[in-house]
């Protein structure tokens, strides 16, 4: 059993691609740090000078409209998106930030496992990117021999094609 507040697959469920961006949910932050939605965003709003565009970002309608098809629905308005008026996305950085903001312990714990799951996301992203260049130092070298194999290697390791407005529910690795 692990001595974990909030388990590191429970955050990265939680995780979304908005803008490009990775962020999470301000009824997701509120429900991992045990306060209401209404609470977090108010402690936002007191202290809005700490939270500049790129840590924090009100969704639009559209967004909204599009991530409601993958939240599951809630009887609870605290919880439920899809006739949220406004809906905050913080990235990692507005994420630090609010454990400033939410004096509270488990806040604070909370946001440590939080960090350790973008961190390890970052980790994941980097050792892809370097595998990436490995192949193409290895391409360069056994070009002719090896053309299939690395032309199936660069049709896997390409992201799919991006949609406009994408958004991505969780992190996939």
């Known amino acids: 059993m692990s001595d974990e507040l909030v388990p590191i697959e429970v955050i990265e469920n ?3 691609i908005i803008r490009g ?3 999470m949910l301000d009824r997701d932050l509120a429900f ?3 306060v209401k939605t209404l609470v977090l965003n108010q402690a936002v709003k007191r202290n809005i000078n700490r939270f500049p565009a790129d840590f924090m970002f009100s969704l639009s309608r559209e967004e909204i409209m599009s991530i409601s098809q993958f939240v599951i629905s809630s009887d609870n308005p605290d919880t439920s998106i899809k006739f949220a008026k406004n809906v905050n996305a913080f990235t990692d950085h507005g994420i630090l930030m ?3 903001v939410l004096n509270s312990e488990r806040a604070v714990a909370v946001n440590i496992q939080i960090m350790r799951t973008f961190t390890k996301l970052q980790r994941m992203f980097v050792g892809y990117k370097e595998l990436k260049e490995k192949i193409d130092q290895i391409e360069s070298k056994y070009d002719g ?3 299939e194999v690395f032309e199936v290697l660069k049709k896997l390791m390409e992201p799919p094609a991006e949609e406009e407005k994408r958004i991505d529910v969780g992190f996939k690795p």
């Open 14 to 16: 939680k995780i979304y």
């Open 21 to 23: 961006l990775k962020v």
């Open 32 to 34: 991992l740090y045990g």
């Open 98 to 100: 609010l454990s400033s």
């Open 145 to 147: 021999q090896f053309r």
